[in-house]
């Protein structure tokens, strides 16, 4: 069934009657890895791949929520003791309280939601949902007040708050900001942001999952993160946006090993993705690939968020012909973005899982991706 029907049947079952349906969407970004949280540039676009939920308000000050895909319920009030025990309630949570935090106003509601948004392979299930109910609150109870981008901080500070994730701003600015058809660059520094015509006639944007667990939590995200500041501080200067291989190398012998060469893949993503945007604009489809492989070995080799199954599909991409391969997200596990040309397609697609499958006992996932739009009302 599909996705509406399937949800609008839960809201009826659980608490009779209708809402009103918002979605947002997942989120791939074609390049600028771990720049958002140094102020560089990241240049994501939103998916058809969404989470979508049926809202309505229920006149008292508690929420309750239906995890349709989980199948479990979560009740909470409003106050900040009122945290639910479940995870993934917390995301929801936590847009209430963040919305609440802003001067928002966030009353008591109904809602069932579920969503087609791969979970823990990177393309930010977590930044759809908080886009979601961000956007949804906005609309329900603050009469579109809140700016848009306010609405991907709140999803941002509930991963801070909420979560335990201290992450950028890319996966929430992709969700809320996403358009049919266009990738944006943003400027993390500046939060100047434009979008970029994105139809490649001929090749195919397709994410080949390896199913390895990608869990940001307690993960070395927080470290990485933690370095880029460290090396920051000992150069003065806010954010590694500003900061250059000259000055990096003037200061080698004053860092740890580690904490350089985190900092040299963040200088060098950072001309990448203005790289990758000129030779989009000139067709220059060769340029955005060879970039793409390079942010994936500096990912790999310099800020170590790759892993075996990763960097295997890298290389199963480059052998089959894929112009740009690369692991994609914050990494430790999830997806490899792949730019591919329509016939090489079915050849990369049967030996990425024909070798993978050999060599780890399991068939990677694979997922064609549309850019689409981001946060938004469902009209019936
Ligand atoms: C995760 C974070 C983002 C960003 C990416 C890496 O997706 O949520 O803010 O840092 O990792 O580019």
Redesign the pocket.
């Known amino acids: 069934m599909e996705l509406k029907n399937k949800i609008v049947k839960a809201f009826e079952e659980h608490f009779g009657g209708k809402g009103t349906l918002y979605a947002s969407a997942g989120r791939i970004?074609l390049i600028?890895?771990?720049?958002?949280?140094n102020g560089g540039f990241?240049f994501p676009g939103a998916i058809d791949k969404v989470i979508m939920a049926d809202i309505r308000p229920n006149d008292t000050d508690k929420v309750n929520l239906y995890s349709l895909d989980l199948n479990e319920e979560s009740h909470f009030g409003l106050n900040e003791e009122d945290a639910p025990e479940q995870q993934w309630a917390r995301y929801v949570f936590g847009v209430c309280r963040e919305t609440i935090k802003r001067g928002g106003v966030v009353k008591g509601f109904d809602a069932v939601f579920a969503g087609n948004v791969p979970l823990g392979a990177?393309l930010?299930s977590s930044?759809a949902l908080e886009s979601c109910f961000a956007f949804a609150l906005n609309d329900m109870f603050n009469d579109n007040s809140i700016p848009k981008f306010e609405l991907a901080k709140i999803g941002q500070s509930t991963?801070h708050n909420y979560c335990g994730?201290n992450?950028?701003?890319?996966?929430q600015f992709a969700s809320v900001f996403g358009k049919k058809d266009c990738l944006i660059r943003l400027d993390c520094r500046s939060l100047e942001y434009e979008y970029f015509p994105f139809k490649i006639d001929g090749y195919k944007l397709v994410l080949v999952d390896s199913v390895v667990k990608h869990e940001?939590v307690d993960s070395p995200?927080n470290k990485r993160r933690q370095s880029c500041e460290r090396v920051a501080k000992r150069l003065g200067i806010e954010t590694l946006r500003d900061a250059d291989m000259e000055a990096l190398e003037a200061i080698k012998s004053d860092i740890s090993a580690e904490d350089y060469m985190r900092a040299k893949f963040v200088i060098g993503e950072k001309h990448r993705v203005l790289d990758v945007c000129d030779a989009l604009e000139r067709g220059d489809l060769a340029t955005v690939g060879r970039c793409m492989y390079e942010t994936h070995e500096g990912l790999s080799k310099d800020y170590e968020v790759s892993c075996e199954e990763l960097d295997y599909l890298n290389d199963i991409a480059k052998e089959c012909g894929v112009i740009g391969s690369r692991i994609m997200?914050?990494?430790f596990g999830g997806c490899t973005i792949n730019l591919v040309a329509d016939d090489k397609y079915d050849h990369f697609i049967a030996t990425a899982k024909e070798k993978f499958a050999a060599k780890y006992g399991h068939q990677p996932k694979i997922y064609d991706v549309i850019i689409s739009d981001g946060a938004r009302k469902i009209e019936e």
Do not use: W
């Open positions: 970004n600028g890895e771990h720049t958002d949280y990241v990177g930010s930044a991963e994730v992450c950028g701003i890319m996966d940001l995200y997200g914050g990494g």
